[in-house]
């Protein structure tokens, strides 16, 4: 009778592995591994790599099998397991069958038996070290089979740091395909990080998304995400389709805001016509208001009347007029940039001065150049980036002279305060500068998936746009210090670790710290 050598999976590493087997090897007994599959494989890729264990042989029920090798080890049969049971560890990694051959194992008599459960012991980590030891893609692919992987794959793949783009791209089909078995969370996370249609390819991107959509738990979860990757993709009609078929059987007879935009952007505005004519009255101004395009197009098509949407009709107009003309571009031309985030990095360094000596000042969303803060950050603005989603201040600045959406007029909607900062300035002050039009370059460049606002404004001003800017321009932003600290100088605790963005791969300093390094590496 076997004495079963079991493992608590969910407290089991490497090392308690490790010292078992060796205790055992070292006492005479050699060590088998049940079952030449891709999980028997990739067992024995782990106790070789990373426990340092030699295996002697493997076992296996199929007869095709036996005689023949793997890994340059022998294949027997069970009988001739049974022949040396007294002297043999046998090891099995195979949990979907593991009570039959359990029972397999204990009839024979074998004299220790010992399960692992690969992907409880979270081995499964793809990054650089591990790669550089193993680069098996078989391995790897069978590793990602083994649970579900996508949070943790996307974490690495977005991160730039712990794994290269090549090896994402490789890997990630395998990741996802058990993409209906994951639960609601999990999936969730997923969709978030493919939103933007990078890290993979985008056509990747929206057939795994659109897979997701094919279980009814996650249609609706899947439609956004899948109408942003549409927009990266304008001359992809077969995706188009897509979006416009999943929206049908979603919404039937009803209304989803963000499709109509959608259908303004692609200039089908018959479509969207005859979509808002049958829900109108559903409607109110104000959320209509909250998407400009649909705004413009309402005030337009005049199926609606009100001075918001009036207002927010010359809004929408002037920025395309803008975006059209440059005007950013014309703007920071030969000019000396301070870029200024809203990082606690200048507090106490007194660089008010220095900031507000600068021709141009840009900063982002809700900066406060209030006196309190004026000695660390100074007191001008000159272009203000901001999310239309929110983070506008609600009242006014006179001395800005640009005002940028970071943001595509279509594919997101404005808050209540942007509204109302729209209404109140100069329509020739108003851009869309389209910081998010480079995050693929970024990923392209730097293996960075989810870039911050900073980033991708440097990256913007100094990559696209080749303006004047430098290591010494840069105030107020965690990237350029290349401490994992982030948060907002006017907060009471400035000073606050976002976990979870480093847990998910977004707004990965380090990475961004590399980015900075690279972009301004000729300035001293």
Request: glycine residues 6%; charged residues 25%.
């Amino acid at each position: 009778m076997p004495t079963d050598v079991h493992f608590d999976c969910l407290n089991a590493n490497e090392t308690k592995i490790a010292l078992t087997l060796n205790e055992l090897q070292n006492s005479g007994f050699k060590i088998c591994i049940f079952g030449t599959g891709q999980v028997g494989i990739a067992g024995f890729k782990f106790l070789k790599e990373k426990c340092f264990i030699n295996i002697d042989c493997f076992c296996d029920n199929s007869p095709d099998k036996h005689g023949t090798k793997i890994e340059e080890l022998s294949i027997i049969s069970p009988k001739e397991l049974a022949k040396n049971k007294k002297k043999t560890v046998c090891v099995v990694f195979d949990q979907t069958s593991h009570i039959e051959i359990k029972k397999q194992i204990v009839n024979m008599g074998v004299a220790h038996l010992v399960p692992i459960d690969l992907a409880k012991l979270k081995i499964y980590k793809i990054n650089a070290e591990i790669y550089k030891i193993n680069r098996d893609m078989e391995y790897i692919k069978m590793i990602l089979l083994l649970q579900n992987f996508a949070p943790q794959l996307l974490k690495e793949m977005y991160s730039g740091f712990n794994i290269s783009k090549d090896i994402a791209i490789k890997v990630a089909p395998f990741a996802f395909c058990g993409l209906r078995q994951m639960d609601n969370v999990s999936i969730g996370k997923l969709l978030m990080f493919l939103t933007s249609g990078i890290g993979v390819s985008p056509e990747m991107a929206f057939n795994i998304i659109q897979e997701a959509s094919k279980n009814s738990a996650f249609k609706e979860m899947a439609f956004r995400p899948m109408l942003h990757i549409a927009y990266r993709l304008p001359e992809n009609k077969k995706i188009s389709k897509s979006v416009e078929n999943l929206y049908d059987e979603l919404y039937g007879d009803g209304i989803d805001l963000s499709y109509v935009s959608f259908l303004l952007w692609q200039n089908k505005e018959q479509q969207a016509l005859s979509i808002l004519e049958k829900h109108i009255k559903k409607l109110d101004e104000s959320t209509i208001c909250s998407w400009l395009a649909i705004a413009e197009f309402v005030y337009r098509a005049k199926i609606m009347k009100g001075e918001r949407l009036k207002s927010l009709a010359k809004v929408f107009c002037a920025i395309k007029d803008n975006v059209k003309n440059d005007i950013v571009k014309k703007f920071v031309a030969k000019k000396n940039i301070a870029v200024v985030g809203n990082g606690p990095q200048e507090l106490g360094k007194k660089s008010g001065a220095k900031i507000d000596s600068y021709d141009i000042v840009i900063r982002f969303n809700k900066f406060n150049t209030n006196k309190q803060f004026a000695i660390d950050y100074g007191k001008k603005t000159d272009v203000h980036i901001f999310t239309p989603a929110g983070g506008v201040p609600p009242n006014w600045n006179k001395e800005i002279k640009i005002f940028a959406v970071s943001h595509s007029m279509y594919d997101c909607p404005c808050s209540q305060n942007v509204q109302n900062s729209f209404i109140q300035a100069p329509l020739d002050k108003f851009t869309h500068i389209g910081i998010d039009d480079v995050m693929g370059g970024i990923y392209k460049d730097y293996c960075i998936g989810g870039p911050s606002g900073g980033a991708r404004t440097i990256y913007y001003l100094k990559k696209i746009l080749k303006a004047n800017l430098h290591k010494k321009d840069i105030f107020g932003m965690a990237l350029s210090s290349g401490k994992v600290e982030n948060g907002e100088y006017f907060h009471d605790r400035p000073i606050i670790f976002r976990d979870h963005c480093f847990e998910f791969g977004w707004d990965n300093m380090y990475a961004e710290f590399e980015m900075y390094k690279h972009l301004f590496r000729d300035d001293p």
